[in-house]
Antibody, heavy 125, light 107 residues
Framework: EVQLVESGGGLVQPGGSLRLSCAASRFTFSMYWMCWVRQAPGKGLEWVANIKQDGSDQYYVGSVRGRFTISRDNAKNSLFLQMNSLRAEDTAVYYC??????????????????WGQGTTVTVSS | DIQMTQSPSSLSASVGDRVTITCRASQSINSYLNWYQQQPGKAPKLLIYAASSLQSGVPSRFSGSGSGTDFTLTISSLQPEDFATYYCQQSYTTPVAFGQGTRVEIK
């Protein structure tokens, strides 16, 4: 079964850093865009960042740009999120997700078709 | 940035009911609209992509429609396992945006 498993969450003080990892298995990791999505306690889903198959392009939501860095290691089938200068509002469950691409009528459509179970990040003093 | 607005925020329905959830984009996103289901304590699950295409393995009671700015998710006959929160998401451009969610509760 295709699987994503996140790790690295925990309790960190405001201003601190944390590195999340996501291990992929049973699919060709290097062929897919990947992303991070988070969910604050009791709130909705918020996209955080995307990374291209070869890691050459990354995109971020404005609230984390300059503080978070998404990266990947295709040789190790792994996705990462380096989070610096953490704030209380970064407290959330962080999910990694695979971005699938489907072509319909010569147009490419994208959706997050495989998700990990999530890892919890708590920013508090 | 494109904003996604869902309505209603929550609804109560009975098993067997037909349920409709709407999603509106702040500008045209053509058919770049996905729907997800999230059950409590679990990761989201992709139901519909490209506004109306059913993701593999998703029951046919789920359907999506719309284009441009207005979209609909319909559950034709609500089942016990469908009580969950549903999110729309635009994949037209970054930043990717989700709607605020619609919680479907048991009546």
């Amino acid at each position: 079964e295709v699987q994503l498993v996140e790790s690295g969450g925990g309790l960190v003080q405001p201003g601190g850093s944390l590195r999340l990892s996501c291990a992929a298995s049973r699919f060709t990791f290097s062929m897919y865009w990947m992303c991070w999505v988070r969910q604050a306690p009791g709130k909705g889903l918020e996209w955080v960042a995307n990374i291209k198959q070869d890691g050459s392009d990354q995109y971020y939501v404005g609230s984390v740009r300059g503080r978070f860095t998404i990266s990947r290691d295709n040789a190790k089938n792994s996705l990462f999120l380096q989070m610096n200068s953490l704030r209380a509002e970064d407290t959330a469950v962080y999910y990694c997700a695979r971005v699938m691409e489907q072509q319909l009528a010569r147009l490419n459509y994208y959706g997050m078709d495989v998700w990990g179970q999530g890892t919890t990040v708590t920013v508090s003093s | 940035d494109i904003q996604m607005t869902q309505s209603p925020s929550s609804l109560s329905a009975s098993v067997g009911d037909r349920v409709t959830i709407t999603c509106r984009a702040s500008q045209s996103i053509n058919s770049y609209l996905n729907w997800y289901q999230q059950q409590p304590g679990k990761a989201p699950k992709l139901l519909i992509y490209a506004a109306s295409s059913l993701q593999s393995g998703v029951p046919s009671r789920f359907s999506g429609s719309g284009s441009g700015t207005d979209f609909t998710l319909t559950i034709s006959s609500l089942q016990p396992e469908d009580f969950a929160t549903y999110y729309c998401q635009q994949s037209y451009t970054t930043p990717v945006a989700f709607g605020q969610g619609t919680r479907v509760e048991i009546k």
